[in-house]
Protein backbone atom coordinates (compact mmCIF):
# COMPACT_ATOMS: atom_id res chain seq x y z
CA UNK A 1 0.00 0.00 0.00
CA UNK A 2 1.01 3.63 -0.69
CA UNK A 3 1.97 5.69 2.45
CA UNK A 4 1.03 9.11 3.28
CA UNK A 5 3.63 12.19 2.12
CA UNK A 6 5.57 13.33 5.07
CA UNK A 7 4.73 10.82 7.19
CA UNK A 8 8.09 9.08 8.12
CA UNK A 9 6.99 5.56 7.93
CA UNK A 10 9.01 3.00 5.92
CA UNK A 11 8.95 2.48 2.06
CA UNK A 12 7.47 0.00 -0.18
CA UNK A 13 6.85 -0.68 -3.92
CA UNK A 14 5.21 2.29 -4.53
CA UNK A 15 6.92 4.72 -2.89
CA UNK A 16 9.70 5.69 -5.21
CA UNK A 17 6.52 6.59 -8.30
CA UNK A 18 5.49 8.79 -5.14
CA UNK A 19 8.78 10.47 -4.45
CA UNK A 20 9.42 11.07 -8.18
CA UNK A 21 5.96 12.56 -8.21
CA UNK A 22 6.55 14.93 -4.69
CA UNK A 23 10.36 16.17 -6.62
CA UNK A 24 8.11 16.71 -9.83
CA UNK A 25 5.70 19.09 -8.04
CA UNK A 26 8.05 20.72 -5.87
CA UNK A 27 10.39 21.50 -9.03
CA UNK A 28 7.23 22.89 -10.61
CA UNK A 29 6.52 25.09 -7.85
CA UNK A 30 10.31 25.93 -7.10
CA UNK A 31 9.99 27.82 -11.08
CA UNK A 32 6.80 29.35 -9.82
CA UNK A 33 9.12 30.85 -6.81
CA UNK A 34 12.20 31.61 -8.36
CA UNK A 35 10.21 33.84 -11.21
CA UNK A 36 7.91 35.29 -9.14
CA UNK A 37 4.66 33.45 -10.83
CA UNK A 38 2.35 30.58 -10.43
CA UNK A 39 -0.32 28.56 -12.55
CA UNK A 40 -2.96 30.70 -13.92
CA UNK A 41 -6.41 30.30 -15.53
CA UNK A 42 -6.56 31.49 -19.29
CA UNK A 43 -9.04 34.87 -18.36
CA UNK A 44 -10.36 36.35 -15.00
CA UNK A 45 -13.99 35.44 -14.72
CA UNK A 46 -16.82 36.75 -13.99
CA UNK A 47 -19.48 35.16 -11.05
CA UNK A 48 -22.29 36.88 -10.61
CA UNK A 49 -23.53 37.48 -6.96
CA UNK A 50 -26.84 35.62 -7.15
CA UNK A 51 -24.28 32.63 -7.51
CA UNK A 52 -24.24 32.49 -3.67
CA UNK A 53 -27.22 34.69 -2.90
CA UNK A 54 -30.27 33.15 -5.11
CA UNK A 55 -32.33 30.58 -2.56
CA UNK A 56 -33.85 29.16 -5.52
CA UNK A 57 -30.81 28.53 -7.50
CA UNK A 58 -29.48 27.20 -4.03
CA UNK A 59 -32.00 24.66 -3.75
CA UNK A 60 -31.32 23.18 -7.25
CA UNK A 61 -28.02 23.02 -6.49
CA UNK A 62 -28.58 21.21 -3.60
CA UNK A 63 -30.87 18.65 -4.73
CA UNK A 64 -28.56 17.66 -8.04
CA UNK A 65 -25.11 18.16 -6.60
CA UNK A 66 -25.49 16.90 -2.97
CA UNK A 67 -28.29 14.71 -3.31
CA UNK A 68 -27.02 12.84 -6.58
CA UNK A 69 -23.93 12.90 -6.54
CA UNK A 70 -21.50 11.21 -4.43
CA UNK A 71 -20.48 12.80 -1.24
CA UNK A 72 -17.12 11.41 0.88
CA UNK A 73 -18.99 10.86 4.05
CA UNK A 74 -16.91 9.46 6.07
CA UNK A 75 -13.37 8.22 6.49
CA UNK A 76 -12.70 4.45 6.41
CA UNK A 77 -10.86 4.39 9.88
CA UNK A 78 -14.35 6.02 11.36
CA UNK A 79 -15.73 1.83 10.70
CA UNK A 80 -12.56 0.23 11.85
CA UNK A 81 -14.09 -3.39 11.58
CA UNK A 82 -17.41 -5.57 11.63
CA UNK A 83 -20.27 -4.17 13.63
CA UNK A 84 -18.93 -0.58 13.22
CA UNK A 85 -21.72 2.06 12.65
CA UNK A 86 -21.98 5.97 12.50
CA UNK A 87 -25.32 7.88 12.41
CA UNK A 88 -25.16 11.36 11.57
CA UNK A 89 -27.65 13.85 9.96
CA UNK A 90 -26.16 15.10 6.68
CA UNK A 91 -27.59 17.62 4.39
CA UNK A 92 -31.10 17.43 6.49
CA UNK A 93 -31.07 13.43 5.74
CA UNK A 94 -30.55 10.96 8.88
CA UNK A 95 -28.16 8.42 7.34
CA UNK A 96 -26.98 5.19 9.53
CA UNK A 97 -23.63 3.95 7.95
CA UNK A 98 -22.54 0.39 9.01
CA UNK A 99 -19.59 -2.40 8.34
CA UNK A 100 -21.72 -5.91 7.96
CA UNK A 101 -20.12 -8.73 9.00
CA UNK A 102 -18.23 -9.21 5.81
CA UNK A 103 -16.94 -5.92 6.19
CA UNK A 104 -19.04 -4.16 3.55
CA UNK A 105 -19.32 -0.30 3.88
CA UNK A 106 -23.06 0.30 3.57
CA UNK A 107 -25.78 3.65 3.89
CA UNK A 108 -29.21 3.45 4.65
CA UNK A 109 -31.88 5.92 5.68
CA UNK A 110 -31.80 6.22 8.95
CA UNK A 111 -35.73 5.96 9.63
CA UNK A 112 -37.49 2.72 10.79
CA UNK A 113 -39.78 1.29 7.86
CA UNK A 114 -42.90 0.69 10.28
CA UNK A 115 -43.43 4.28 11.43
CA UNK A 116 -40.81 6.21 10.60
CA UNK A 117 -38.61 6.89 14.12
CA UNK A 118 -34.67 7.59 13.79
CA UNK A 119 -33.45 3.84 14.53
CA UNK A 120 -29.78 4.96 15.94
CA UNK A 121 -29.05 7.90 18.00
CA UNK A 122 -26.61 10.45 16.04
CA UNK A 123 -23.14 8.95 17.17
CA UNK A 124 -20.87 5.94 16.54
CA UNK A 125 -19.81 2.89 17.48
CA UNK A 126 -20.56 -1.15 17.75
CA UNK A 127 -23.58 -2.69 17.42
CA UNK A 128 -25.08 -6.00 16.16
CA UNK A 129 -28.43 -5.06 15.37
CA UNK A 130 -30.26 -1.76 15.53
CA UNK A 131 -33.65 -1.51 17.03
CA UNK A 132 -36.27 1.06 16.56
CA UNK A 133 -37.08 3.40 19.89
CA UNK A 134 -40.44 3.79 18.83
CA UNK A 135 -41.91 0.03 18.30
CA UNK A 136 -38.79 -2.05 19.16
CA UNK A 137 -38.36 -3.43 15.05
CA UNK A 138 -34.34 -4.75 14.83
CA UNK A 139 -33.03 -4.46 11.88
CA UNK A 140 -29.24 -6.10 10.94
CA UNK A 141 -26.31 -4.23 9.89
CA UNK A 142 -26.99 -5.45 6.32
CA UNK A 143 -30.39 -3.43 6.37
CA UNK A 144 -32.19 -6.80 7.06
CA UNK A 145 -35.66 -6.60 9.17
CA UNK A 146 -34.91 -9.44 11.37
CA UNK A 147 -37.51 -8.82 13.99
CA UNK A 148 -41.65 -7.53 14.38
CA UNK A 149 -42.43 -6.59 17.81
CA UNK A 150 -45.45 -8.85 18.52
CA UNK A 151 -45.49 -10.09 15.18
CA UNK A 152 -48.07 -12.30 16.16
CA UNK A 153 -50.66 -9.49 16.25
CA UNK A 154 -49.02 -7.33 14.34
CA UNK A 155 -50.47 -9.25 10.81
CA UNK A 156 -48.58 -11.18 7.56
CA UNK A 157 -46.38 -8.71 6.12
CA UNK A 158 -43.36 -9.34 3.94
CA UNK A 159 -40.04 -8.64 5.91
CA UNK A 160 -37.81 -8.71 2.73
CA UNK A 161 -39.78 -5.52 1.44
CA UNK A 162 -39.48 -3.85 4.88
CA UNK A 163 -35.34 -3.94 5.57
CA UNK A 164 -33.70 0.18 5.50
CA UNK A 165 -34.19 2.16 2.67
CA UNK A 166 -30.25 1.72 1.18
CA UNK A 167 -28.38 4.55 -0.16
CA UNK A 168 -25.78 3.97 -3.00
CA UNK A 169 -22.77 3.41 -1.21
CA UNK A 170 -18.91 2.78 -2.07
CA UNK A 171 -15.43 2.33 -0.59
CA UNK A 172 -12.68 3.80 -1.61
CA UNK A 173 -9.23 5.45 -1.36
CA UNK A 174 -9.72 5.57 2.35
CA UNK A 175 -13.33 7.26 2.11
CA UNK A 176 -17.25 5.73 2.29
CA UNK A 177 -18.69 7.31 -0.63
CA UNK A 178 -22.71 8.05 -0.18
CA UNK A 179 -25.59 9.56 -2.51
CA UNK A 180 -27.98 10.82 -0.58
CA UNK A 181 -30.83 10.19 -2.40
CA UNK A 182 -32.87 7.27 -2.75
CA UNK A 183 -32.41 5.68 -6.33
CA UNK A 184 -29.28 7.55 -6.92
CA UNK A 185 -26.52 5.22 -8.22
CA UNK A 186 -23.30 5.87 -9.47
CA UNK A 187 -19.74 4.39 -10.24
CA UNK A 188 -17.02 5.64 -8.02
CA UNK A 189 -14.39 4.30 -10.46
CA UNK A 190 -16.07 6.80 -13.00
CA UNK A 191 -16.46 9.12 -10.32
CA UNK A 192 -12.83 9.79 -9.19
CA UNK A 193 -11.47 8.65 -12.11
CA UNK A 194 -7.71 8.95 -12.69
CA UNK A 195 -7.73 11.54 -8.93
CA UNK A 196 -8.36 7.86 -7.25
CA UNK A 197 -4.75 6.94 -7.14
CA UNK A 198 -3.71 10.79 -5.89
CA UNK A 199 -5.80 9.72 -3.27
CA UNK A 200 -4.26 6.54 -3.20
CA UNK A 201 -1.40 8.09 -2.45
CA UNK A 202 -2.69 9.16 1.22
CA UNK A 203 -3.16 5.95 2.70
CA UNK A 204 -6.20 7.41 4.15
CA UNK A 205 -7.17 4.07 5.62
CA UNK A 206 -4.51 3.71 8.04
CA UNK A 207 -4.02 7.35 9.56
CA UNK A 208 -5.40 7.76 13.44
CA UNK A 209 -8.35 9.48 13.96
CA UNK A 210 -6.92 12.29 17.26
CA UNK A 211 -10.25 14.30 17.34
CA UNK A 212 -13.46 15.85 15.05
CA UNK A 213 -15.02 19.07 15.45
CA UNK A 214 -18.38 20.89 14.07
CA UNK A 215 -17.77 24.45 13.45
CA UNK A 216 -20.80 26.43 12.02
CA UNK A 217 -19.56 28.18 8.52
CA UNK A 218 -21.24 30.72 6.00
CA UNK A 219 -22.63 29.52 2.73
CA UNK A 220 -21.54 26.65 1.04
CA UNK A 221 -19.62 28.57 -2.21
CA UNK A 222 -18.54 31.51 0.30
CA UNK A 223 -17.28 28.61 2.67
CA UNK A 224 -15.76 26.02 0.10
CA UNK A 225 -13.97 29.27 -2.03
CA UNK A 226 -11.27 29.70 0.71
CA UNK A 227 -10.05 25.97 0.41
CA UNK A 228 -9.12 26.67 -3.30
CA UNK A 229 -6.71 29.32 -3.50
CA UNK A 230 -3.64 30.33 -1.54
CA UNK A 231 -3.72 34.41 -3.08
CA UNK A 232 -5.30 35.30 0.92
CA UNK A 233 -2.27 33.34 2.59
CA UNK A 234 -0.42 36.39 3.43
CA UNK A 235 -3.34 38.75 3.99
CA UNK A 236 -5.34 36.20 6.89
CA UNK A 237 -2.61 33.50 7.75
CA UNK A 238 0.38 35.40 8.65
CA UNK A 239 -0.07 34.24 12.14
CA UNK A 240 -0.95 30.29 11.09
CA UNK A 241 -0.64 28.65 8.12
CA UNK A 242 0.79 31.47 6.02
CA UNK A 243 4.66 31.32 7.89
CA UNK A 244 5.06 28.08 6.28
CA UNK A 245 3.72 28.72 2.34
CA UNK A 246 4.12 31.05 0.06
CA UNK A 247 1.51 33.26 -0.45
CA UNK A 248 0.00 33.65 -4.64
CA UNK A 249 2.20 30.46 -5.59
CA UNK A 250 0.31 27.56 -6.71
CA UNK A 251 0.37 24.81 -8.87
CA UNK A 252 -2.89 23.17 -9.90
CA UNK A 253 -3.97 19.94 -11.67
CA UNK A 254 -7.61 19.23 -12.70
CA UNK A 255 -9.21 15.21 -13.16
CA UNK A 256 -12.74 15.68 -14.06
CA UNK A 257 -14.50 17.92 -11.39
CA UNK A 258 -11.73 17.39 -8.31
CA UNK A 259 -8.59 19.48 -8.01
CA UNK A 260 -4.91 18.68 -6.62
CA UNK A 261 -3.58 22.47 -5.30
CA UNK A 262 -0.28 22.51 -4.95
CA UNK A 263 1.37 25.12 -2.32
CA UNK A 264 4.99 26.07 -2.31
CA UNK A 265 6.53 25.99 1.25
CA UNK A 266 9.07 28.37 2.26
CA UNK A 267 11.66 25.63 2.45
CA UNK A 268 11.78 26.21 -1.36
CA UNK A 269 14.56 28.54 -1.16
CA UNK A 270 16.53 25.71 0.14
CA UNK A 271 16.04 23.92 -3.55
CA UNK A 272 18.95 25.85 -4.63
CA UNK A 273 21.30 24.09 -2.26
CA UNK A 274 20.36 20.56 -3.12
CA UNK A 275 21.66 18.39 -5.18
CA UNK A 276 21.57 14.58 -6.60
CA UNK A 277 17.84 13.12 -7.79
CA UNK A 278 16.85 11.67 -4.52
CA UNK A 279 15.69 14.60 -2.23
CA UNK A 280 12.00 14.56 -0.38
CA UNK A 281 9.70 17.28 -2.42
CA UNK A 282 7.50 16.59 -0.02
CA UNK A 283 9.45 18.69 2.41
CA UNK A 284 9.15 21.76 -0.42
CA UNK A 285 5.25 21.67 -0.93
CA UNK A 286 1.58 21.35 0.87
CA UNK A 287 -1.47 19.41 -0.86
CA UNK A 288 -5.20 19.87 -0.83
CA UNK A 289 -6.79 17.52 -2.70
CA UNK A 290 -10.14 18.81 -3.05
CA UNK A 291 -12.93 16.27 -4.13
CA UNK A 292 -16.05 18.23 -5.60
CA UNK A 293 -17.72 19.35 -4.16
CA UNK A 294 -17.65 19.67 -0.60
CA UNK A 295 -14.45 17.15 0.71
CA UNK A 296 -11.00 18.95 1.27
CA UNK A 297 -7.71 16.78 2.38
CA UNK A 298 -5.03 19.05 3.18
CA UNK A 299 -1.82 19.98 5.96
CA UNK A 300 -0.13 16.76 5.41
CA UNK A 301 2.66 18.30 7.65
CA UNK A 302 4.80 16.17 10.23
CA UNK A 303 2.39 13.29 10.09
CA UNK A 304 -0.82 15.45 10.59
CA UNK A 305 -3.61 15.69 8.24
CA UNK A 306 -6.55 17.81 8.14
CA UNK A 307 -10.36 16.65 6.47
CA UNK A 308 -13.05 19.34 6.09
CA UNK A 309 -16.26 17.99 4.69
CA UNK A 310 -18.46 21.01 4.05
CA UNK A 311 -22.36 20.51 4.08
CA UNK A 312 -24.98 22.70 3.22
CA UNK A 313 -27.59 24.00 5.84
CA UNK A 314 -30.97 25.04 4.85
CA UNK A 315 -30.87 27.74 3.05
CA UNK A 316 -28.06 29.10 0.54
CA UNK A 317 -26.42 31.28 3.95
CA UNK A 318 -25.17 28.69 6.19
CA UNK A 319 -23.06 25.58 6.28
CA UNK A 320 -21.61 22.69 8.31
CA UNK A 321 -17.96 22.05 8.25
CA UNK A 322 -16.88 18.29 9.76
CA UNK A 323 -13.34 18.70 10.52
CA UNK A 324 -11.48 15.03 11.21
CA UNK A 325 -7.68 15.75 12.48
CA UNK A 326 -5.58 12.56 11.47
CA UNK A 327 -2.13 11.34 13.10
CA UNK A 328 0.19 8.89 10.80
CA UNK A 329 -0.23 6.96 14.25
CA UNK A 330 -1.81 6.91 17.42
CA UNK A 331 -0.06 9.55 19.59
CA UNK A 332 1.88 7.75 22.96
CA UNK A 333 5.00 10.20 23.63
CA UNK A 334 4.43 13.89 25.24
CA UNK A 335 6.06 14.95 22.09
CA UNK A 336 3.45 13.28 19.74
CA UNK A 337 0.76 14.62 22.25
CA UNK A 338 1.81 17.87 21.86
CA UNK A 339 2.76 18.08 18.13
CA UNK A 340 -0.55 16.91 17.45
CA UNK A 341 -2.54 19.54 19.95
CA UNK A 342 -0.35 22.33 18.19
CA UNK A 343 -1.51 21.05 14.75
CA UNK A 344 -5.12 20.93 15.71
CA UNK A 345 -4.87 24.57 17.43
CA UNK A 346 -3.63 25.66 14.56
CA UNK A 347 -6.00 24.44 12.12
CA UNK A 348 -8.68 25.75 14.08
CA UNK A 349 -7.30 29.02 14.48
CA UNK A 350 -6.93 29.56 10.87
CA UNK A 351 -10.12 27.99 9.33
CA UNK A 352 -12.91 28.96 12.08
CA UNK A 353 -10.94 32.48 13.47
CA UNK A 354 -9.45 33.58 10.21
CA UNK A 355 -10.96 31.85 6.82
CA UNK A 356 -14.16 31.69 8.02
CA UNK A 357 -14.65 35.52 9.84
CA UNK A 358 -13.97 36.51 6.40
CA UNK A 359 -16.22 34.11 4.48
CA UNK A 360 -18.63 35.05 7.09
CA UNK A 361 -18.48 38.72 6.32
CA UNK A 362 -18.61 38.38 2.57
CA UNK A 363 -21.78 36.44 3.19
CA UNK A 364 -23.46 38.98 5.52
CA UNK A 365 -22.78 41.69 2.71
CA UNK A 366 -24.07 39.67 -0.47
CA UNK A 367 -27.24 41.67 -0.34
CA UNK A 368 -25.37 45.00 0.23
CA UNK A 369 -25.91 45.65 -3.61
CA UNK A 370 -22.32 46.39 -3.78
CA UNK A 371 -21.17 43.79 -6.45
CA UNK A 372 -23.51 43.09 -9.44
CA UNK A 373 -20.41 40.44 -10.42
CA UNK A 374 -17.15 38.84 -8.27
CA UNK A 375 -13.97 38.88 -10.29
CA UNK A 376 -12.34 35.51 -9.98
CA UNK A 377 -8.47 36.22 -11.00
CA UNK A 378 -6.17 34.36 -13.66
CA UNK A 379 -4.16 33.23 -10.46
CA UNK A 380 -7.43 31.87 -9.03
CA UNK A 381 -7.21 28.79 -11.34
CA UNK A 382 -9.40 26.22 -8.57
CA UNK A 383 -12.05 28.92 -7.92
CA UNK A 384 -12.60 29.13 -11.66
CA UNK A 385 -12.98 25.12 -12.39
CA UNK A 386 -14.95 24.81 -9.01
CA UNK A 387 -17.86 27.06 -10.42
CA UNK A 388 -17.09 26.41 -14.30
CA UNK A 389 -17.76 22.35 -12.49
CA UNK A 390 -21.39 23.49 -10.86
CA UNK A 391 -22.18 24.90 -13.79
CA UNK A 392 -21.45 21.52 -15.53
CA UNK A 393 -23.42 19.43 -13.24
CA UNK A 394 -26.43 22.05 -13.71
CA UNK A 395 -26.41 21.91 -17.09
CA UNK A 396 -27.13 17.68 -16.79
CA UNK A 397 -29.87 18.57 -14.41
Not at 76 to 90: D, I, K, N, Q
Not at 267 to 280: I, K
Request: aromatic share 8%; charged share 20%.
Amino acid sequence: MTQPVSTGRSENTGESALADEMRGLAQRAYQHFKNRTTDQAPSPMQLPVEAYLDEARYKREFDRIFTQLPLGLALSVELPGPGSYLAREVCNVPVLVTRDENGKARAFLNVCRHRGATICPEGAGKKSRFVCPYHSWAYAANGELTRINAEETFGEVDRTALGLTELACAEKSGVIWVALKPGSAFDIDDWLGDFSAKLDSLDLGNWYVYDQRTLASPGWKATFDGYLEVYHHDTVHGRTVGQHTVGNLLVHDTYGPHQRLTFGRKTLEQLDNVQGDDWDGSQYIRIIHSVFPNLSISGIIGGHCLVSQVFPGESANSTITRQTLLCAERPETEAQMAAARQFSAMTLQAVRDEDYVIAGSIQRALGAGANTHFVIGRNEPGLQHFHRSIARFMQDA
